[in-house]
């Protein structure tokens, strides 16, 4: 048998390789010379400079001429170097006096698509991030169930699986600006949530297995790290798309996510998501003050709270721009790309409206890429800048029939008290040199 060497080919780059490399760079010297000044395209939005002088036309660059590394230096992959500035960035607000339990912002800003990386995902913890052995954890399911059960994280994969697109986000992503803007930051300002494709199992599925009694009507999900996090659902939520997931963007959940397993409610707040899942106990009746660590609620201006609100109203802000995105290099009659995101945690995103005035006048933006229910839905709109101040926002509509409020309404709805849940129209203020504020309009 041929003997086959693995490294040979690596070792130098090869006569015809070299060709290609040096032919490559006598064409863009002769097209820069033929073409210097500005060149107006038919589908870049932008004029192009083309300049004959350009040293990164001209210049042999290093990685050219050397060797690069070779790929299995990082087994795991890692980003280029030169985006070290897409990186999560801790929220200090919400810190509760310590440095584990923490609030990881998503650079929202920066994402693409409707698919968080997994190093970039929104993460908070409220007793740090547990580092939990998968063969020493155990998933116990007992209470109002025929037969209770305690599974290894290898027998709760022999269950059929299923994968899903859906966000996570905090009740309180954008609660520290009830009372008027605190960030000057798209990260800062929504970055609580993040999107990914998820797998696991219904949890449906495991109870048709296992029978789960006709007088349960909660149920108790708590995680295996020093928060516990004990929350109760309404078994309505349970029966309809609740899973236990235990894969995150085709590989396992990160630990910051509640590796090995979590629970997901598509939909509804994040705090429900239990990570680090130990434990799901059924009864007839919801747990307040024992079990349940802290139970989210909403204090009206009458005086009232919400006491049960779980599903997560239809959001939705631009990112591009936004304080980290400006303009400001933007010249005048130029078209430019506004994109943002909008979710929903009651169903699919219908459509995405663009204000430049602050909310009197309203143009439809397109929706791009796939839009699914519960999912963060991309939307985009073309707009020729002209160099005018702009009140610039955006309002999103779901199947279910809602859209978002304006700041007005939601106060007079809500008072400015709550922390959590909310979703009125987000509104950045573009300076006449195309800086980004982070504004809210009252009228
Ligand atoms: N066990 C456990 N589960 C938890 C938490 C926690 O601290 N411990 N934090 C909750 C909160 S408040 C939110 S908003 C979500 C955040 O999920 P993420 O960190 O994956 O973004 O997890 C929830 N699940
Ligand atoms: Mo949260």
Request: charged share 25%; hydrophobic share 35%; net charge positive.
């Amino acid at each position: 048998m041929k003997k086959i060497d693995l490294f040979s080919k690596d070792e130098k780059i090869s006569a015809s390789e070299e060709k290609e490399v040096k032919s490559r760079r006598d064409f863009f010297k002769k097209a820069a010379q033929l073409s210097v000044g500005t060149v107006t395209a038919a589908t870049i939005l932008g004029p192009v400079e083309i300049k004959a002088d350009d040293p990164a036309i001209l210049e042999e660059q290093p990685w050219a001429t050397t060797l690069g590394d070779p790929v299995t230096k990082n087994r795991y992959g890692l980003p280029s170097l030169y985006e070290h500035n897409n990186i999560r960035r801790n929220m200090k607000l919400l810190q509760s006096g310590n440095w584990q339990a923490s609030i990881a912002m998503c650079p929202i800003h920066e994402s693409m698509g409707i698919i968080t990386p997994n190093g970039l995902f929104f993460s908070r913890a409220h007793g740090g991030v547990a580092q939990i052995d998968p063969n020493k954890h155990r998933l116990m399911i007992h209470g109002l169930v025929e037969k209770p059960i305690v599974l290894t994280m290898d027998e709760l994969k022999r269950y059929p699986s299923v994968t899903r697109t859906h966000f996570i986000e905090c009740p309180a992503n954008g609660g520290p600006e009830w009372r008027g803007p605190q960030f000057n930051s798209a990260q800062f300002a929504k970055g609580m949530m993040s999107c990914a494709e998820w797998t696991g199992v219904y949890l449906k599925t495991i109870l048709k297995d296992i029978g789960l009694k006709p007088n349960a009507k909660w149920m108790l999900a708590e995680g295996g790290d020093s928060s516990h996090m004990g929350r109760t659902i309404p078994i309505d939520k349970v029966l309809d798309d609740a899973m236990i997931v235990w894969g995150q963007n085709g590989e396992a959940l990160r630990p910051e996510q509640g590796y090995p397993i979590r629970l997901l409610l598509p939909g509804w707040e994040g705090n429900l998501c239990v990570k680090w899942l130990a434990r799901l106990e059924f009864s007839d009746k919801p747990w307040y003050a024992k079990e349940e660590t802290a139970k989210y609620t909403a204090l009206k201006p009458s005086g009232k709270a919400i006491q049960h609100f779980y599903a997560l109203e239809v959001n939705s802000i631009i990112t591009s721009p936004c304080p980290e995105k400006p303009w400001t290099d933007i010249k005048k009659g130029q078209l430019v790309e506004i994109e943002g995101l909008a979710w929903s945690g009651m169903g699919t995103i219908k459509g995405v409206d663009i204000t430049f005035d602050g909310g009197k006048n309203w143009v439809k933006a397109e929706l791009k890429g796939l839009v699914l229910p519960k999912a963060w839905t991309r939307f985009s709109y073309i707009y020729k800048y002209e160099g005018k101040p702009l009140l610039l926002g955006s309002r999103a509509y779901d199947d279910a029939g809602h859209i978002q409020p304006t700041v007005k309404q939601e106060r007079e709805a809500m008072g400015v008290e709550s922390v959590y849940h909310r979703n009125a129209i987000h509104t950045w203020e573009v300076t006449a040199k195309g800086e980004v504020n982070n504004v809210q309009v009252l009228s």
